[in-house]
């Protein structure tokens, strides 16, 4: 009754622990959109009603593409990869980091309703947080001049953002936590890790050989696919959203 009790009280902390990541998230959007608006005289709204039905469109996109996970020969099977940040980025791109954090967080809402969590929670807490590592400098360093090259520079800003706090995430908290709730120790984890590569002997190396090559594969793969689509899809995205006229910087947006 006593270990019911207490892995009751870890699971309710957790989830406490997910919640504040979730709002804090959502501020440091909204406070950087919010001053790139103020600065370029932007009036308009952060969310409209059309923006809400696109990322609605997105975050179900997302969440499809989330399912369809591919293992990678250097990394234990917990590791997948998937790319589910595709419509996330461009999102990002046509509305701005408010947005982008909406479609990651509905993404997992929508994936814990319609197929629940293997992971305790850690995993859809860890696919949150490290996607909005991804595209939350992106859209910061893209909003301050909307051009090709921005984008590209804000996608490899992200990318190398999300490689070093995935990985740093991971070994300080993700880890360690999941191992806690999931009842597993984290020595049977890095041995799971050591199977693939021999390299990997402790928490350490596990994120290093394993968590920053899936992230920094992920991250590229994700960018070059958006760079690819998102000029034509932008047109259409922000159809009845300019608020300014479309001078010369606009036509050289991505």
Request: charged content about 15%; overall charge positive.
């Amino acid at each position: 009754m006593n270990n019911l009790m207490q892995s009751v009280t870890e699971n309710f902390i957790f989830v406490l622990e997910f919640l504040g990541i979730v709002v804090l998230m959502f501020a440091a959007a909204y406070g950087a959109e919010k001053l790139a608006k103020k600065k370029s005289g932007d009036t308009e709204r952060i969310l409209s009603t059309r923006k809400i039905a696109v990322i609605g469109v997105f975050s179900a996109i997302a969440f499809i593409l989330m399912l369809l996970e591919f293992p990678v020969p250097f990394a234990p099977p917990f590791y997948e990869l998937d790319f589910s940040e595709i419509p996330v980025l461009i999102g990002t791109f046509a509305f701005g980091p408010v947005a982008g954090v909406m479609i990651e967080f509905c993404k997992i809402l929508l994936k814990l309703v319609f197929k629940g969590t293997t992971t305790a929670f850690v995993g859809d807490l860890a696919n949150f947080v490290i996607g909005c590592s991804f595209v939350l400098p992106a859209a910061i360093i893209y909003l301050n001049k909307k051009t090709k090259k921005m984008a590209i520079a804000g996608s490899a800003a992200g990318t190398l953002c999300m490689t070093v706090f995935g990985t740093a995430f991971n070994a300080v908290y993700l880890l360690p936590k999941f191992a806690q709730l999931y009842g597993m120790p984290l020595d049977a984890i890095i041995a799971m890790g050591t199977a693939i590569n021999p390299a990997i002997n402790s928490v350490a190396t596990l994120v290093v050989f394993a968590v920053a090559p899936l992230n920094i594969l992920k991250g590229g793969s994700v960018s070059l696919v958006t760079m690819l689509v998102y000029k034509k899809l932008s047109p259409i995205l922000k159809e009845g959203h300019r608020t300014l006229p479309i001078g010369k910087a606009a036509e050289n947006e991505i």
